[in-house]
Nanobody, 125 residues
Framework: QVQLVESGGGLVQTGGSLRLSCAAS????????VGWFRQVPGKEREFVSA??????????DYADSVKGRFAISRDNAKNTVYLQMNSLKPEDTAVYYC????????????????WGQGTQVTVSS
C-alpha cells in the first residue's frame, strides 16, 4: 500500500512558477510509475505528466499543453516526486493530483492504483 500526499499548490500570477511535491509513504516506490493529473469542476481528470522506470533509467511524458513549461522529477531518497511548473497560464488552474501504479506509464487515470488528495493551483490573469 502506498500513501501519497501532494503539497506546493497555491495562487500565482500568469507567468509565475510553482513546484508541486508528491510524497509517498508506506513503501519505497522508486520503480513505480508516478503521474500527475489535474481536474477542474465539471471536467474529466486530465493527464499532465508521468515518470516511469525502465531498464535502469527514468523516462518522462508530458501532455502537449504543458510540454516545455512543466518538468517532472523525483528524489528517491526522499520518496518524493516533483512537478516544476513554469510560465503558468490561467488555463493551468485546477486541482492537481499525483498518482502511482506498478507498471508502465499510462495517460489513463483509471490505470493508476494510488492517489493523493490533490492540491489547488490557481493562476490569476
Amino acid at each position: 500500500q502506498v500513501q501519497l500526499v501532494e503539497s506546493g499548490g497555491g495562487l500565482v500570477q500568469t507567468g509565475g512558477s510553482l513546484r508541486l511535491s508528491c510524497a509517498a509513504s508506506g513503501r519505497t516506490f522508486s520503480t513505480y510509475t508516478v503521474g500527475w493529473f489535474r481536474q477542474v469542476p465539471g471536467k474529466e481528470r486530465e493527464f499532465v505528466s508521468a515518470m516511469w522506470w525502465r531498464g535502469g533509467s527514468y523516462y518522462a511524458d508530458y501532455a502537449d499543453s504543458v510540454k516545455g513549461r512543466f518538468a517532472i522529477s523525483r528524489d528517491n531518497a526522499k520518496n518524493t516526486v516533483y512537478l516544476q511548473m513554469n510560465s503558468l497560464k490561467p488555463e493551468d488552474t485546477a486541482v492537481y493530483y499525483c498518482a502511482a501504479r506498478v507498471g508502465p506509464s499510462s495517460r489513463m487515470s483509471n490505470e493508476y492504483d494510488y492517489w493523493g488528495q490533490g492540491t489547488q493551483v490557481t493562476v490569476s490573469s
